[in-house]
């Protein structure tokens, strides 16, 4: 897991950020972007 895919995780579920779907994306985007696989399924998942 990346850090990027955790601040995604944050900003989907609202934990120390205002919960975010559209940001939760962008940011496992960049994740995905490198090589996370959380991340791509997490994005496969909400259809990102």
Known sequence: MSAQFNVGVS?????????STPQAI??????????D???KKALKQLGG
Do not use: H, S
């Open 26 to 35: 962008a940011w496992f985007k960049k994740a995905a972007a490198q090589g």
């Open 11 to 19: 900003y989907y579920y609202g934990r120390g950020v205002a919960k």
């Open 37 to 39: 696989e959380n991340a």
